[in-house]
């Protein structure tokens, strides 16, 4: 069976860190655009990152520029997103997306309606 489980995800203050994780199951990462997503209650999804299989291309929202990485562990078939700096907007859901090319990721956008497997997300809390 062909799966994502996100991880990493959890209560941190601004100006903290965390480190999200994506370890798939049944396919190998390398072959697969990787996309990052985020949605917290009340507003839309957002693309955060994405990174392209064939070119190692990332792209990063403004949101997120200078303070989130994309990368890949190939030999642990994971993708990681090092998340700096938080800010009181980034608290969130965080889902990560796969497609088996690169359409849904280009140096301008991360496009969720191409991802076709989904993990069901980490969260993110608002610190109180």
């Known amino acids: 069976q062909v799966q994502l489980v996100e991880a990493g995800g959890g209560l941190v203050q601004p100006g903290g860190s965390l480190r999200l994780s994506c370890a798939a199951s049944g396919c190998t990462l390398d072959y697969y655009a990787i996309g990052w997503f985020r949605q917290a209650p009340g507003k839309e999804r957002e693309g955060v990152s994405c990174i392209r299989s064939s070119d190692g291309i990332a792209y990063y929202g403004d949101s997120v520029k200078g303070r989130f990485t994309i990368s890949r562990d190939s030999a642990k078939n994971t993708v990681y997103l090092p998340m700096n700096s938080l800010k009181p907007d980034d608290p969130a859901v965080y889902y990560c997306?796969?497609?088996?090319?690169?359409?849904?990721?280009?140096?301008?956008?991360?496009?969720?309606?191409?991802?076709?497997?989904w993990g069901l997300g980490t969260q993110v809390p608002v610190p109180s």
């Open positions: 997306a796969t497609v088996p090319d690169d359409r849904g990721c280009s140096g301008y956008g991360s496009y969720a309606y191409e991802y076709n497997l």
